[in-house]
């Protein structure tokens, strides 16, 4: 049991590192022209999310990262 400590730390910080990196990588995807590569129609609708994703993404990263409210309300 022991052993496994050392794996869980580090699929959890590969976990953060790869929510760390949405954003990077759909900022990488936004040039990509999707026609030639999905079938007849799915280019358009893809290439939407995508970038609605692109939007929504560093949102998300941000609240990830902010600390939870004190639930007293204030400072102690």
């Not at 970038?51 to 007293?72: C, E, G, T």
């Amino acid at each position: 049991m022991a052993a496994m400590r050392g794996y869980k730390v580090y699929a959890a910080s590969a976990a953060l590192a790869s929510i760390d990196l949405v954003p990077d990588l759909l900022n990488a995807t936004a040039g990509v022209d999707w026609t030639p590569l999905l079938p007849e129609g799915w280019g358009v609708r893809a290439a939407g999310w995508l970038a609605v994703a692109r939007l929504v993404a560093p949102i998300v990263k941000a609240r990830l990262r902010k600390p939870p409210a004190d639930p007293m309300g204030g400072p102690r």
